[in-house]
């Protein structure tokens, strides 16, 4: 190993920069793909880039850049399967990721944007009590930081408001917001924003027309459900 993470009680560190170490990691997510049970696997807190020389414990380039094999590697044995990697937006090679701190902000809206243009499948995770009134923990309702999701979303994004990453934390029934279940249908085209500042997409379904608006001066979104117009 190389290293630990102090701030996660000591962690160990896999060095990335031995092949012999990425072989082993990528073969722990590859094997149980080949169990018929297991489809594809998440990485946490992955490189952002294919040139991202972050690492932890100050491990060097040499570090990052097998970092960033691993995970290519690991995508082309899998093929089609789905690797998560938490916070690579950017990272080629890869084809899923992870936007853990979605918020009801722009910038939220731009990186999802962002990782749809980079045809990432994406999971943006809202719910840390960030996201204004509305949407503390998601307890309050979830109109904002799904506004903001739809606003953003590619074909393959998805959504998801949640305190934390335990079900005895957000069993599902707790989980489980109304929303999900409203009719939703495909865009008319990408969310735009007006120069009044307010970012607007429609939706068409069966039902007719969703109407997302998401103000990015006040970060309050809006969601006319097509099933609930008059």
Known sequence: VLGTFPNHTNMLVFDFAQKAVRDFWASECYNMTQTGFVDGC???????????????????????????????????????????????YNLSGVNAVQIEGFKADESSILTLQQCAANGKITEAHAGYGEDGSADDHCSNGIENSLAAFLIGAGERSYYTCSRGWKIQED????????????????????????????????????????????????????????SESA
């Open 42 to 88: 998440f990485s946490d807190r992955s490189p952002t880039s294919d040139d991202d020389t972050s690492a932890p414990c100050d491990a060097g380039p040499v570090f990052a850049a097998g970092h960033v094999t691993v995970l290519q590697d690991l995508q082309t044995q899998l093929g089609n399967g789905v690797l998560i990697a938490n916070h690579a």
């Open 171 to 226: 069993p599902v029934e707790a989980s489980w917001h109304p929303e999900y279940e409203k009719p939703l249908g495909k865009p008319k085209g990408d969310g735009a924003k007006g120069a009044d500042g307010v970012w607007s997409r429609t939706f068409v379904s069966a039902k007719g027309e969703t109407i997302v608006t998401f103000d990015a001066k006040t970060s309050v979104g809006e969601i006319a459900w097509a």
